[in-house]
Antibody, heavy 119, light 109 residues
Framework: QVQLVESGGGLVKPGGSLRLSCAASGFTFSDYYMTWIRQAPGKGLEWVSYISSSSGYTNYADSVKGRFTISRDNAKNSLYLQMNSLRAEDTAVYYCARVWREAGYFDYWGQGTLVTVSS | EIVLTQSPATLSLSPGERATLSCRAS??????LAWYQQKPGQAPGLLIYDASNRATGIPARFSGSGSGTDFTLTISSLEPEDFAVYFCQQRSNWPRALTFGGGTKVEIK
């Protein structure tokens, strides 16, 4: 069955960096676009970034553009999010999700990893 | 940015009752709208895509309708496991951007 398992979250000071990972299994990872979506505590969902199946295309929400970098390693079935210059407002649970049919909907999600930005 | 406004914020109903959730877009998104269900402590799950199509394995009591700027998710008869938060999401300008609504919590009355 499809599984997505995030890791790498934790407590970081403002201005710091963190790298999130998402390990995928149960499907042909290299066939799918992937995305990161976040949810601040008690709040709604915010799309963060996506990457195409071959890494040829990426895009970012304006709120993270220039600070976050999405990447993937299809040989390792893994998705990454490098987060730099972190701010308090980046505090959230970060989910990786599979993009359904490249259509901009998300059919499988991981359980999320919590990132807390605080001094 | 297209803003999605969901109403009501909270819906208090009893099992067996009908739930009607609304999602309004600040500009037309055609039929490029999805609904997700999120239970406490869990990741969201896809219910409906392209406004009215049920995702794989979703029971027939869930239905979606609408186009343009006004959309509705209907749960015909609430089961105990349906009490959760529901989000709408538009992808009309994917992959440049997409947005989610603020959510509607369906709680037990």
């Amino acid at each position: 069955q499809v599984q997505l398992v995030e890791s790498g979250g934790g407590l970081v000071k403002p201005g710091g960096s963190l790298r999130l990972s998402c390990a995928a299994s149960g499907f042909t990872f290299s066939d799918y676009y992937m995305t990161w979506i976040r949810q601040a505590p008690g709040k709604g969902l915010e799309w963060v970034s996506y990457i195409s199946s071959s890494s040829g295309y990426t895009n970012y929400a304006d709120s993270v553009k220039g600070r976050f970098t999405i990447s993937r390693d299809n040989a390792k079935n893994s998705l990454y999010l490098q987060m730099n210059s972190l701010r308090a407002e980046d505090t959230a649970v970060y989910y990786c999700a599979r993009v359904w049919r490249e259509a901009g909907y998300f059919d499988y999600w991981g359980q999320g990893t919590l990132v807390t930005v605080s001094s | 940015e297209i803003v999605l406004t969901q109403s009501p914020a909270t819906l208090s109903l009893s099992p067996g009752e009908r739930a009607t959730l609304s999602c309004r877009a600040s500009q037309s998104v055609s039929n490029y709208l999805a609904w997700y269900q999120q239970k406490p402590g869990q990741a969201p799950g896809l219910l409906i895509y392209d406004a009215s199509n049920r995702a794989t394995g979703i029971p027939a009591r869930f239905s979606g309708s609408g186009s343009g700027t006004d959309f509705t998710l209907t749960i015909s008869s609430l089961e105990p496991e349906d009490f959760a938060v529901y989000f709408c999401q538009q992808r009309s300008n994917w992959p440049r951007a997409l947005t989610f609504g603020g959510g509607t919590k369906v709680e037990i009355k």
